[in-house]
């Protein structure tokens, strides 16, 4: 039977600090975990693309998992990712969380290859009469093999362990229809946003939550902007959608993925360590400069310190500019990925 509590809120899908030696730095991970809760994070999501599940062994996933479980004691749900190469090892995965009494686990389409629509619905229609677990759908089509709406409606219709999906293409209509589609009929499945730009106008048209990577960074701000935007305070909803979106942007456009999460978590007080991607020499430069950026943006909110020689406080010239370099940068990835 699926658990009668639909998953709802902000699951923040956490970063793994590394240590000297390029390993799981497990007293930083469990004190980064303390203080995501303390400030009001609904959920955690390890495993996922923020995680940078993909760097890790299978064997490291399932520790970094337990390490979370075991720090969190029942404190908040945790959705785990358990997406692995092939539907066998992805329901071995299911096993072992939920001997983890893991709330449920969230699974990416399968990735590398692009299936058709018919091959996703037969992978977790697999999933779904396997699992003993809660499963989250987990669309992000820019990685992995689109699930398309009837796909959801089909999956959610036949299989009472397929709960949710979390979509992170950052598409409002696609999630209208995903909703329209299936709420009628399974009024228990959640929908939750991956895409940080687009939380308030989600949780508007009817999503239940979000898991999404400035909440592993501004943890008080995500809890504002769903607090505040689920009451109904939407011109003050607004504002932090606003401001979140600047960050956001700046920690995703300036850096590869995750990185510039990683340096705004480390300026937050975290010791990140040196991620498994290595960086050219001039890609450190960027992350500094980046840094630098992030830390005058934090500062603005009372989240750090203004770094040493301050923010610059020009106003009209470099704020347009700063605004038209953002745009032009969203613009160039949407296009990328198919998505305008």
Partial sequence: MASSTRLQGIFTPNLVPYD????????????????????????????????????????????????????????????????????????????????????????????????????????????????????????????????????VQRLSEECEKIVAIKDSSGDIPHMIRMIQAVRPNRPDFAFLTGWDAALMPMLLIGCDGGTNASSGVVPELTRKLYDLTMSGRLDLARQVQYDLVTLFDTMIYSAEFPEGFRAAVQLRGFNMGVGRQPLSPE?????????????????????????????????????????????QHVLAELKRRGLA
């Fill in 20 to 151: 000297s030696h390029g390993n799981i730095n497990e007293p930083e991970l469990r004190k980064y975990v303390d203080w995501l809760i303390a400030r009001g994070v609904h959920g955690l999501y390890p495993n996922g693309s923020t995680g940078e599940f993909t760097r890790f062994t299978v064997e490291e996933r399932k520790r970094i998992v337990a390490i979370i479980a075991d720090q969190v004691k029942g404190r908040v749900p945790i959705l785990a990712g358990a997406a692995e190469a092939n539907v066998k090892e992805t329901i071995a995965a299911c096993e072992y969380y939920h001997g983890l009494g893991i709330r449920a686990v969230a699974i990416v389409a399968p990735f590398y290859y692009k299936l058709s629509p018919a091959s996703v619905y037969t992978y977790f229609k697999e999933i779904g009469r396997n699992t003993p677990i809660d499963v989250t759908l987990y669309n992000i089509p820019m990685f992995a093999s689109p699930i398309d709406v009837p796909t």
């Fill in 283 to 327: 890609q450190k430069t960027d992350i500094a400069t980046l840094s630098t950026t992030l830390q005058c943006m934090l500062s603005t909110h009372g989240f750090t310190n203004e770094p040493v020689g301050g923010c610059s406080t020009s106003k009209p010239e470099i704020e347009s500019n700063q605004v038209t370099n953002i745009v």
